[in-house]
């Protein structure tokens, strides 16, 4: 049974950082790309960052661009989502995803996603 546990959010003031984690069981960790989405009240599911298999290619959406950063450990199966500088707009849910793509790609869109993990609350404060 595939698992994607995620742990981290909370509440942060603007400018502030947090760190989230997703912890991975039931499948081969590295022959998944991994990504986090997040999803903010009244709005679809967006494409945050991914990394690909091995961790050599990542890609970023636009918005989070030089305050994020994603690493993953496949020797203790988890991806992480290093979140600086945060701001309001940055509230949402935010999910961990594995992509069994096949190409070693980095895929942004949900829908090419096989496991999603349960979400964890991220609320930042003016």
């Known amino acids: 049974q595939v698992q994607l546990v995620e742990s981290g959010g909370g509440l942060v003031q603007a400018g502030g950082s947090l760190r989230l984690s997703c912890a991975a069981s039931g499948l081969t960790f590295s022959s998944y790309a991994m990504g986090w989405f997040r999803q903010a009240t009244g709005k679809e599911r967006e494409f945050v960052t991914g990394i690909s298999r091995g961790g050599g290619i990542q890609n970023y959406a636009d918005s989070v661009k030089g305050r994020f950063t994603i690493s993953r450990d496949n020797a203790k199966n988890t991806v992480y989502l290093q979140m600086n500088s945060l701001k309001p707009e940055d509230t949402a849910v935010y999910y961990c995803?594995?992509?069994?793509?096949?190409?070693?790609?980095?895929?942004?869109?949900?829908?090419?996603?096989?496991?999603w993990g349960q979400g964890t609350q991220v609320t930042v404060s003016s």
């Open positions: 995803a594995a992509d069994r793509s096949f190409m070693g790609q980095v895929r942004v869109t949900p829908i090419a996603y096989d496991y």
